[in-house]
């Protein structure tokens, strides 16, 4: 195992900007331009940055959902960006759990709890008994095995987003990333899945790589911390360090224009 689960180098990722005029040349917006990052194996990894700053690209980078323009992503020393084949992709897979901001959308209404849970183990070809191990997770996400026959309209949406949780993590993933996971929940229950994240950190190892405006949750949870703006990481470093004592002037703004929700335990 090397001591770097993530690496991205050199990330770039251009889209082609709509031709507003037939004759027009192309022109291109840069989501992502030319960013690093590095995520300690077992550490908690936070983003920040103004929207459509890139984080969202960045991570999808990271997870192979979509293909850099130009720069490399390792996962524990392996390449699996566009460079890697069909079975680096799967193994990467294997290795990555994701949970996006809205637990509405990211469930499939008509598929039972129970399938919706499992199906990874099944996607993925994985062994063993799919059943039992879905209500291990259930149970790990703080849902009772039962909730497997139900579906997801019955649940509320604090219960809806720990089922899109149990999902990512069926396959005991390594790395587990959330894009904006909690922002759609209420205090209460977003402190709940903030406990829970941080057991599952202690308890398997899961390295977590988090987006979030709140800067509650990074205090929280993150060990480090990257800033980004304009598709570029303008700042990083540990979390203390960057919340407290900035040294770019847009984190600085930034920290200021964020209101804080959930504070969390005060920093030393
Ligand atoms: N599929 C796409 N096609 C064209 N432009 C895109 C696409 N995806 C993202 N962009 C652009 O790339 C930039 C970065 O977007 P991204 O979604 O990564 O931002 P973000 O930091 O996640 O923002 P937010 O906090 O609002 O989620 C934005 O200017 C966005 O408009
Ligand atoms: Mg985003």
């Known amino acids: 195992m090397t001591e770097f689960l993530v690496r991205g180098r050199g990330l770039t990722r251009r889209y082609p900007a709509p031709r507003r005029r037939m004759f027009e040349s192309r022109s291109y917006t840069t989501a992502l331009d030319d960013a690093d990052i590095d995520v300690r194996a077992g550490s908690a990894v936070g983003i920040i940055g103004e929207s459509g700053s890139g984080k969202s690209t960045l991570v999808r980078l990271l997870l192979g959902l979509d293909t850099p323009t130009a720069g490399t992503v390792e996962i ?19 290795q990555t759990g994701i949970v996006f901001q809205d ?15 499992g199906e990874p183990l099944w996607a993925l070809g994985i062994d063993g008994d799919h059943r039992a191990r879905v209500r291990e997770v259930l149970a790990d996400v703080g849902l ?9 309209h019955e649940f509320s949406g604090g219960q809806r987003q720990r089922i899109a949780l149990a999902r990512a993590l069926v396959h005991r993933p390594r790395l587990l990333v959330g894009d904006e996971p909690l922002s759609a929940l209420d205090v209460t229950v977003r402190a709940q899945i903030l406990a829970l994240l941080g057991e599952l950190r202690r308890r398997d190892g899961l390295t977590l790589l988090l ?16 800033v ?15 919340l407290l004592q900035p040294q ?19 920093l030393p």
């Open 76 to 94: 524990d020393g392996r390449r699996v960006d566009a460079a890697a084949g069909a079975r680096s992709l799967h193994w990467l897979r294997r």
């Open 103 to 117: 637990p509405y959308s990211s469930l499939d209404p008509r598929m039972s709890v129970g399938r919706i849970v």
């Open 144 to 152: 009772e095995a039962d909730m497997a026959e139900r579906f997801p």
């Open 248 to 266: 770019v002037a847009y984190t600085r703004r930034l920290l200021a224009s964020i209101p804080v929700i959930d504070p969390g335990p005060a």
């Open 228 to 242: 980004m703006k304009d598709g570029r990481v303008v700042e990083e470093g540990p979390t203390e360090k960057v």
């Open 211 to 226: 987006v979030s405006h709140d800067i509650g949750v990074v205090q929280n949870l993150c060990d480090e911390v990257f």
